[in-house]
């Protein structure tokens, strides 16, 4: 099995599915310069906040516990081409821009997390209609809500809160049992 394949085979059983671009960049990471817009404290915050808007704290810690802004800003500096970077980048700005349209000109930062919640809620239904569309090509950027949930999931459920607080976790795992028997609000398993 290439590193691929098992990318793939955690995001299923992770309940999710990742693209095509996310795929690509984690196949192997390419020298290039860096995205300094990403690098602001600014940008980090707002990071920060979609992340913890799509993974909030519950009885286990949230995306901003992880740090998942900071797995997000390496991986699209360091293994992402230019053109998802620039999507990503241009995604950040949409975000603010659609807050300001929706909440009578608050940037995202300024609004509520339920106002947060509704806002990327609707941004996830149209990403899901940019995938479903009947015009699409196959060189078509992704969407850039694709790169933000994608990247959210995938650092959170790779790092030490995600993987040990919100999953089960056994740091040596013992025999294998094909059959387990699962109870109703059982955790995953890391």
């Not at 980090?44 to 799509?54: C, F, S, V, Y």
């Not at 081409?81 to 241009?90: G, I, N, Y």
């Not at 940019?130 to 990247?151: G, I, S, V």
Request: some cysteine; hydrophobic content about 35%; proline content about 5%.
């Amino acid at each position: 099995m290439n590193r691929r394949d098992a990318i793939r085979n955690v995001a299923i059983l992770m309940g999710t599915a990742l693209s095509a671009s996310t795929l690509a960049a984690l196949e192997g990471c390419k020298s290039k310069p860096a995205t300094l817009t990403l690098q602001t404290p600014e940008t980090k915050a707002l990071l920060a906040e979609i992340a913890e808007t799509i993974i909030p704290e519950t009885t286990s810690p949230g995306a901003k516990a992880a740090n998942v802004q900071d797995f997000i800003v390496l991986m699209i500096n360091d293994c992402y081409d230019e053109k998802a970077q620039k999507v990503f980048e241009s995604g950040l700005n949409k975000v603010n821009e659609e807050s300001k349209k929706k909440f009578s000109g608050k940037d995202f930062m300024e609004i509520t997390p339920e106002q947060r919640t509704e806002l990327l809620t609707a941004i996830d239904k149209e990403r899901v209609d940019y995938n479903k569309r009947e015009n699409k090509k196959k060189d078509d950027p992704a969407h850039y809500f694709q790169y933000m949930k994608e990247l959210t999931l995938l650092g959170y459920f790779t790092s030490e809160p995600g993987a040990t607080k919100a999953l089960r976790y056994i740091a040596v795992p013992g025999k294998y049992e094909g059959c387990v028997p699962y109870k109703k609000g059982d955790k995953a398993w890391a």
